[in-house]
């Protein structure tokens, strides 16, 4: 016996809208979104509908930010037609393509728009990637907002801004290739890098406190958070164990077991 097919429902721009505003998405503010188009669909105008629910849920004062760099370390990055990395999904790369969106020239580049986005987005190349001296450090410093939309804080680039804030003592070898004077170099540097799923023990912590709010975007689950609260919770729990987002040694997991033999690398 065969069973008809469910219809996913269809949500307009500005139902999304009024979802990311009983969220508690605020005008005037400044919103660094990671999302899952996946997860969120079907949205009218696609992609584009959900970037427009983003605008209107902030309005004309409020600053829209989303991760933007390269998905490459050998090839040098033009931020006018360099796409953006596959991992950060299809809204990402829709974004930065936008009329008056602005990019960051470096290949750690995120991309906003609204009256911050100039400052977030500028810079020269921050080494590591998420140093308080990059776009999610500027994001943390006029107390900005994180929204997860079909993602974990495993897609939470504000807790390795936590891990460099605490010290952490890992820092795996790695490059990344720019254009100087016409020709391209190689750039060595040291980065808090792991495979990231132990972020996910985030969640818990901001619930607990009363410090995440969540909801529906879409199809899709959704939290938003303050990224001082992030950086400030985490940081407490670095404290007690700097090793604290790395999964034990013995576990299997190559990226974290990278991550523990650099400290004595």
């Not at 107390?143 to 010290?167: F, I, K, P, Q, Y």
Request: charged share 25%; with cysteine.
């Amino acid at each position: 016996m065969t069973h008809p097919q469910t219809t996913r429902k269809e949500f307009t721009p500005g139902e999304l809208a009024d979802q990311l505003r009983a969220l508690g998405v605020a005008p005037g503010g400044v919103l660094v979104v990671h999302t899952s188009f996946r997860a969120v669909r079907p949205v009218a105008g696609g992609p584009a509908g959900l970037i427009a629910a983003l605008r209107a849920a902030l309005g004309p004062r409020g600053t829209l930010v989303m991760p933007s760099w390269t998905g490459s370390d050998e090839e040098p990055f033009d931020p006018r037609t360099t796409p953006a990395s596959s991992d950060l999904g299809i809204v990402a790369d829709t974004f930065w393509r936008m009329p008056g969106v602005v990019r960051s020239e470096h290949p750690f580049a995120f991309a906003a728009i609204g009256p911050e986005a100039d400052a977030i987005t500028s810079g020269p190349l921050p080494l590591p990637p998420h140093v308080h001296d990059s776009p999610i450090g500027r994001v943390y410093d006029r107390d900005g907002h994180v929204l997860l939309v079909g993602v974990g804080h495993d897609a939470n680039t504000t807790l390795h801004l936590a891990e460099l804030l605490a010290g952490v003592p890992y820092g795996v070898p790695k490059h990344i290739t720019v254009q100087r004077d016409g020709r391209s170099v190689r750039v060595p540097y040291r980065e808090n890098d792991h495979c990231c799923l132990r972020f996910g023990v985030a969640d818990r912590w901001l619930r607990e406190r009363g410090l995440q709010t969540e909801g529906r975007v879409g199809h899709a689950d959704a939290r938003l958070v303050r990224s001082r609260d992030i950086v400030r919770v985490a940081l407490e729990f670095l404290e007690r164990d700097p090793l604290i987002f790395l999964h034990p040694a013995g576990e299997g997991c190559e990226e974290c077991d990278e991550a523990r033999s650099s400290m004595t690398g």
